[in-house]
């Protein structure tokens, strides 16, 4: 079965994750801004999901954890949570 290694930030707004988004594009670190700004308990460790299998998460998440390209800052990606900023490390 496929597992991956990812992180996300998870805030109310579309417009809070563009900003987060544009900030990471700029320089800024995922896991510092993970730690500030995330609603998600997984703010505390960086956004670190840790290692995931299809159907762990939402669909929307899976999706994204699962088809589209690593490392790069995917959203912000609705679900019923907020949205999302999603950041895949590794797929297997």
């Known amino acids: 079965m496929p ?10 707004t579309e417009a809070e994750a563009a900003a987060l ?3 990471i594009a700029a ?3 995922f896991d510092v801004l993970a730690k ?8 505390k460790k960086g ?15 899976d999706q994204v954890i699962f088809k589209k390209p690593l490392r790069e800052v995917h959203g912000p990606v609705k679900t019923q949570f907020g949205y999302h900023l999603i950041q895949v490390f590794y797929r297997e």
């Open 47 to 61: 956004g670190d999901l840790g290692e995931v299998r299809p159907g762990q998460m939402v669909r929307a998440v």
């Open 36 to 43: 500030k700004y995330s609603t998600c308990p997984s703010g």
């Open 21 to 23: 988004k544009k900030r």
């Open 3 to 12: 597992k991956a290694m990812a992180r996300h930030i998870l805030v109310k």
């Open 27 to 29: 320089g800024e670190a």
